[in-house]
């Protein structure tokens, strides 16, 4: 199962309260302390998923667990070293049907990891089934020494 994260300030992590909706009437015109200090609140669930993160000697292989999310509903993203994963779960209610007991809460999944080093972006590959997705994140080549050859001027 995934840890549950919470957008109220002081309660990030695996505490069990909701997000704070993000309109609020006693807030307009004002900035609460979460939004001052740039903390994004969600209208759902968002829970952080179990990831597992191997080294090769090639990059790293980030292993996600998100299930429910489909490949339509995953975003992956690497910017200066951040990678972030946002995955949006759509709840799958049958037509005609109206929930009676509901034993586990629907919600997305967001992760962001810093990663040292340098990535060959473009060479990142990602795979997604049955709620795990595979990432392999390869290293950037090092630049090679290069001879500079140095001239007389006259």
């Known amino acids: 199962m ?3 994260e919470t957008t109220r300030a002081g309660t990030k992590g ?7 909706p993000t309109s609020q009437p006693e807030l307009k ?23 597992d993160i191997y080294e090769t000697e090639t990059g790293l292989v980030v292993v996600a667990d998100l299930p429910g999310v489909s ?4 975003e992956v993203t690497l910017e200066k070293r951040v990678l972030s994963i946002y995955g949006r ?23 962001q990891f810093t990663l040292s080093g340098d990535f060959d972006i473009n060479g990142i590959e990602a795979n997604m089934k049955d709620g795990v997705l595979h990432l392999a994140i390869p290293r950037a080549p090092e630049a090679s020494a290069k ?3 140095v001239r007389s001027v006259s």
């Not at 490949?71 to 995953?74: A, D, I, K, V």
């Open 2 to 4: 995934a840890k549950r």
């Open 147 to 149: 001879r500079i050859e």
């Open 71 to 74: 490949p339509e509903g995953l």
């Open 14 to 20: 695996s505490k069990q309260s909701r997000a704070t």
């Open 29 to 51: 015109g004002k900035l609460s302390a979460e939004q001052e200090a740039g903390e994004r609140t969600h209208e759902r669930l968002v829970f952080v998923p179990w990831v």
């Open 89 to 111: 779960v759509e709840e799958d209610t049958p037509e005609g049907y109206s929930q009676a007991y509901r034993e586990y809460e629907v919600g997305d999944f967001e992760r």
